[in-house]
């Protein structure tokens, strides 16, 4: 109503492009809410899973080098902190490989694993050391290579893929991510740690 005392109304037009402009605005904003939501909700659960396992202890992988040769022996320890009283199910350490191609998930095409200690109770504030070793596939020594194959699920065949592998990608090492992870099975929050590894490739 103006001044004079006659009501006036007026609408804004929008032809289609203007209407499907807005509608995808409108889409994209709450994609990205969603998005942002899910991201944070994320962050948050993986923060309190963090200081869940800083209270109770820590596992801390100890090696002499990060890079190795194919057929190399690695040798290294696991350390054990405990804070609060561990009702251990399982402590393993194991070597895997993922293979890291664009578009293809990062399948896990090499696993092998040593139990560290079995299932109990230890108290709060022990540090205990294990030690470990694995023998990296791809050495010349066939002898060592079928002992190897005697400790992984897949047996020869899965060393003879992961060597396979090893040769495929030799000019792109990042193609295949090689990783030790250590962990403690707890009720609720496990205890782990992860170490990145390099492995020169088969010359």
């Not at 609408?11 to 991201?39: K, S």
């Not at 993922?98 to 022990?126: K, S």
Request: hydrophobic share 35%; aromatic share 8%; net charge neutral.
């Amino acid at each position: 109503m103006n001044k004079y005392g006659v009501e006036v109304s007026a609408t804004i037009e929008t032809g289609p492009f203007m209407t499907e402009t807005i509608a995808a605005t409108l889409r994209m904003n709450t994609f990205e809410v969603v998005i942002y939501g899910i991201f944070t909700v994320f962050a948050i659960v993986s923060f309190i899973g963090w200081v869940i396992q800083r209270r109770k202890g820590k596992v801390e992988i100890e090696l002499p080098k990060r890079r190795y040769d194919p057929g190399e022996k690695i040798c290294g320890s696991v350390n054990l902190i405990s804070h609060k009283e561990l009702k251990m199910e399982r402590f393993y350490v194991a070597l895997t490989c993922r293979e890291c191609i664009e578009g293809n998930g990062r399948p896990q095409i090499y696993r092998e694993e040593h139990n560290l200690a079995e299932a109990g109770t230890l108290l709060p504030g022990n540090n205990k050391r294990f030690e470990f070793s694995f023998l990296l596939p791809g050495g010349e020594d066939t002898q060592e290579m079928t002992e190897l194959s005697k400790n992984i699920d897949g047996g020869i065949e899965t060393v003879a893929d992961v060597i396979s592998a090893m040769r495929k990608y030799s000019k792109y090492p990042g193609a295949l991510r090689w990783t030790l992870h250590a962990q403690v099975d707890l009720p609720g929050v496990d205890i782990s740690n992860v170490k990145r590894l390099r492995i020169n490739k088969i010359s």
